[in-house]
């Protein structure tokens, strides 16, 4: 389902050098495989996912999802290309704050070639227990129902992956099972692949495969055996 191989990616500093964040061999996650990716604040983890799913693109190297190099498609290709097979949790959520949470759904629905639809959206806010809220905006729920409302809108479109970026890390703690069972088990359900990057161990003791991005990444290792740089993002 998703292979990245040769993966190395850098940001540009203000002064004009170059900050490496990723440089990643291979890593590889199955068809329907639900896995949690663990790596401190800072470590890359974010800059990983927006390279997967395609909002950046790596310096060099290949990510390959469901048979498909997506860097070889252009911008507007890989939007459509997000939009059709990938689902995202982003850890700020990027809610539309004029939109309902039943909208929000929707919106995600907008851009695939397929019919909206309505009685997923809601069954969706159902099962993360918003269904009193479908008509709410953003401005007027908890910072919990937001989160809930962003894990809604990445399942919309039955992805064939899923990324999710620290999705608890915003939720009460009465409620952070409740999110993580939601995105499992519907993932299970409609045979999605799973990455989820955190820091939290309380996340992460729930799944049977758990990686740390140091490991795969040989940035943080070099970081480690010479001086001290500045933190990745």
Known sequence: MLDVADLKKAFVEPGGGHLPVLD???????????????????????????????????????VTIDGLEI?????????????EKIGYVFQTFNLLPGFTALENVLLGMTFRREKVDRTWAKELLRRVGLEHRLQHRPPAMSVGEQQRVAVARALA???????????????????????????????????????VVTHAPEVACQFERVDRLEDINLVVQNRRKGPASGGLR
């Open 71 to 83: 860097g070889r498609l252009s911008e507007s290709g890989r939007d459509q290309f997000r939009a």
């Open 157 to 195: 479109n039955r992805p064939r992956l899923l990324l999710a970026d620290e999705p608890t890390a915003n939720v009460d703690p009465a409620n952070q099972q409740h999110v993580v069972d939601l995105i499992r088990n519907t993932c299970r359900d409609e045979q999605i692949a799973l990455l």
């Open 24 to 62: 990643i061999p291979r890593f590889q996650l199955a068809a329907a495989e639900q896995m949690v990716l663990m790596g401190s604040s800072g470590g890359g983890k974010t800059t990983l996912l927006h390279v997967i799913s395609g909002i950046s693109r790596p310096d060099s190297g290949r």
